[in-house]
Each structure stands twice: as structure tokens, then as C-alpha cells.
């Protein structure tokens, strides 16, 4: 998403070993409340003292956030300490609009159930979060975005109240990150900044910034990311991609491949970037085609040529971007049956497609067609 629908931007504080201190900072005589990835209960962040809620990353659907959003009405804390990956984070900040007036968590909640995108009313955020993220890649600290899982799919949930009030990267929460989920985070990282590089509507120096960070992203993650260092800086530059001008356009729905690999991720039981990495290369080749439905040709060419050449690339961007997930490891998904593929093509199509600005003039035979384009591992027909 288009940083068009972001609001106050948080106030980022990075660092070694400097979470304890500014958690411990931040929440200093006020009620607080953390919120923690259980598998990280045993590293402490904030004090001792804090009630805890500790959440499995991996059971997060609509109903565990329902109940972590009964037990922050019950609380009702002054600020709230997300600790986590980005579903987490994402958890915390749509849980945390049961604080809201006027039932804005109801409403957010109701809402997904019938539609794939939600947009909050313009209210204030109703709580302090300081969020702390244990991953790297999805910018969850930084932007205005909430992703819920229901029983229809990934749910997306946009506005200002969800934006955190603080945010804290410490690289003694990524050390225990393996290379491949480092290198998975920098290419969604990457992908947000190449996706707003598909539309032609962005300012001179969005083109630029989004070409400065896709280079260093590319340089850093192409490099050790083993060291605290190396992963300092990913962190950092994820999150700038939502504290610049790389996302600002007047196009918010121009990283169109977000849309199918999260219909794909949903139907195959994969991660977001898993189900990426097989669709990426056939969406741009599409978008190289001259086919303006994904995105203009020469904003995406011109992206790549001042990227490309920091991690020694092919220059043409489909062919180089397959040859950097090899190259990084980025698995991909079974190949999907055929019923698979047009199930996850009528739901694209459903969510996202036809009349929707996000995919407008695609239909299902589009998504099966790119579906069938895509680059699978061995597995179903």
C-alpha cells in the first residue's frame, strides 16, 4: 500500500541492545500492557512488572484477535508494548481499536468479513503502541496497515489509528533470524519499493528514493547478514521505505503483485513471500509486455536499470529478479492443482479484481494465466 493512506509517522528509535532501555523509557509510570510472540516469553523487553499477553504468531485469526481485543478493553491500558513479527504487530494494532470510540473495532472486524480492504474512520490512534519488531521485512512499526485473518483470507485494514506511536529495532531481536528469513524480509522489503516503481504518477524524488533503498537493500542483504550490523541496517532500511518518499504517488495500488500472492498464500497455506517469490517474475513480465493493467513498463525498467547493477543482476527486470530469489534462497510454493489455480483466481478476481482500483480490468482467466506462468517447485499437477 501507498504511503497516500499513512499518518502520523512514528517516532523510530534503532540501535544495539537498546530495547530494554527505551521500553522501560516509554512506559515509565504509565499502564502498560505488552503483547508478546509466546516463543519469545523468555526474552525480556520491557519491565518485569508489565501484565503480559502472550500471543502463538501462529493461531492469529479473526477470533484470537477478537480476545486479544476483549483483554485490552478489560485492561485498559495507557500504552500497549507489541513484541513480534509482523502478525503480531499486526494483531496488536487492530486489537487495540476496542479502545476506539464508536465501536471502530466492531466496524474494522464486520467490515473485512465482507470486504478484502477496510478503510478506519479518520480517528486518532486510541492507544500508545510501541512496537518491537522480532522480524524483518513487513514494516508493520512504521505504516498505517493491518492485515486479519478470517475465514475468507488475509483481510486488509488501512488508517491512521493504526499506526504505532513508537517503534524500536533492536538487532538483538533479529540474531536469531536464520540468513533465508533475513533475506526473505529484505526482499519484501525490496518488493514494496519495486511495486511503487510499476506506476509512472510518482515525483522525482520518490523515483529516487526508491532507487537509493532498493540499491542498498539489494547491497546489504547480497552481503553477511549474519552480523547485528548487517541486520541493524535492513531493519532500518525497511522501515524507511515508509518514512520516505519511495512509496508516495498518486497510485496506492501500484504494487499489484501484493494483491495475487496474498490470494495465493491464503489457498496454499504458504508465507507472503513464499507465495511471492512464484509469482513475481510473471507479473513483470507482464508489466514488460506493455500490458498497463499491471503497471508501466518504463517506470519498472527504469527502477531496475539504477538497481540492478548493486548485486550484479541481469538487466531485464523479470529475468533478474528470478535470478535474485534464486540466488537468496526464497523457496517456492508446490505447484498448484488445477482446481487450486482457479480457486485462488476467482478469489483474486472477487477481492481485488474487475471493477476494484487494485487490479481494475483483470479477471480470473488473467490470474490463471499468470498463475500458470508462474515458477513452482515440484508438487501437485
Known amino acids: 500500500m501507498s504511503s497516500e493512506f499513512a499518518a502520523r509517522v512514528p517516532t523510530l528509535w534503532h540501535g544495539h541492545d537498546i530495547a530494554r532501555q527505551m521500553t522501560s523509557r516509554l512506559t515509565a509510570g504509565r499502564e502498560t500492557l505488552v503483547i508478546a510472540d509466546s516463543s519469545l516469553a523468555s526474552r525480556a523487553i520491557a519491565d518485569d512488572a508489565a501484565r503480559t499477553i502472550e500471543v502463538d504468531a501462529r493461531s492469529l485469526t479473526v477470533t484470537a484477535v477478537v480476545g486479544i481485543a476483549e483483554e485490552i478493553a478489560r485492561r485498559s491500558p495507557s500504552v500497549i508494548v507489541a513484541v513480534g513479527g509482523g502478525s503480531i504487530l499486526d494483531a496488536t494494532k487492530i486489537a487495540s481499536l476496542s479502545l476506539a470510540p464508536g465501536h471502530v473495532f466492531d466496524f474494522a472486524v464486520e467490515r473485512a468479513s465482507r470486504s478484502a480492504l477496510t478503510f478506519l474512520p479518520d480517528v486518532p490512534s486510541p492507544v500508545d503502541i510501541v512496537a518491537v519488531p522480532t522480524t524483518l521485512g513487513t514494516s508493520s512499526e512504521t505504516n498505517s496497515v493491518g492485515i486479519l485473518k478470517n475465514e475468507s483470507g488475509y483481510r486488509l485494514i488501512v488508517g491512521r489509528s493504526l499506526s504505532p506511536r513508537h517503534a524500536i529495532i533492536d538487532p538483538c531481536n533479529l540474531m536469531t533470524l536464520t540468513p533465508a528469513s533475513v533475506r526473505e524480509g529484505a526482499l519484501e522489503a525490496f518488493l514494496r519499493l519495486a511495486g511503487a516503481s510499476t506506476s509512472s504518477r510518482r515525483s522525482a524524488r520518490g523515483r529516487r528514493d526508491a532507487v537509493a533503498l532498493g540499491g542498498a537493500l539489494l547491497e546489504t542483504a547480497s552481503g553477511d547478514v549474519a552480523t547485528a550490523a548487517s541486520r541493524l541496517r535492513l531493519g532500518r532500511l525497511s522501515a524507511a521505505t515508509?518514512?520516505?518518499?519511495?512509496?508516495?504517488?498518486?497510485?496506492?495500488?501500484?504494487?499489484?503483485?501484493?494483491?495475487?500472492?496474498?490470494?495465493?498464500?491464503?489457498?496454499?497455506?504458504?508465507?507472503k513471500m513464499v507465495a511471492?517469490?512464484?509469482?513475481?517474475?510473471?507479473?513483470?513480465?507482464?508489466?514488460?509486455?506493455?500490458?498497463?493493467?499491471?503497471g508501466?513498463?518504463?517506470?519498472?525498467?527504469?527502477?531496475?536499470?539504477?538497481?540492478?547493477?548493486?548485486?550484479?543482476?541481469?538487466?531485464?527486470?523479470?529475468?533478474?529478479i528470478a535470478a535474485l530469489i534464486d540466488r537468496w534462497?526464497?523457496?517456492?510454493?508446490?505447484?498448484?492443482?488445477?482446481?487450486?489455480?482457479?480457486?485462488?483466481?476467482?478469489?483474486?478476481?472477487?477481492?481485488?479484481?474487475?471493477?476494484?482500483?487494485?487490479?481494475a480490468g483483470l479477471f480470473a482467466d488473467d490470474f490463471c494465466d499468470l498463475l500458470r506462468d508462474s515458477y513452482w517447485s515440484e508438487g501437485g499437477e
Open 242 to 271: 515508509q518514512r520516505s518518499a519511495a512509496l508516495r504517488g498518486q497510485d496506492p495500488y501500484s504494487a499489484r503483485h501484493w494483491y495475487v500472492a496474498n490470494e495465493v498464500a491464503f489457498a496454499l497455506e504458504v508465507r
Open 276 to 294: 511471492t517469490a512464484a509469482i513475481i517474475a510473471a507479473v513483470w513480465r507482464r508489466v514488460c509486455s506493455g500490458d498497463p493493467r499491471w
Open 296 to 320: 508501466d513498463r518504463e517506470s519498472l525498467e527504469e527502477f531496475w536499470m539504477g538497481v540492478a547493477g548493486r548485486a550484479a543482476l541481469p538487466p531485464d527486470p523479470p529475468t533478474g
Open 329 to 359: 534462497g526464497i523457496p517456492s510454493p508446490p505447484r498448484p492443482t488445477v482446481r487450486e489455480i482457479h480457486r485462488i483466481s476467482a478469489a483474486t478476481e472477487t477481492a481485488w479484481g474487475n471493477r476494484y482500483p487494485m487490479l
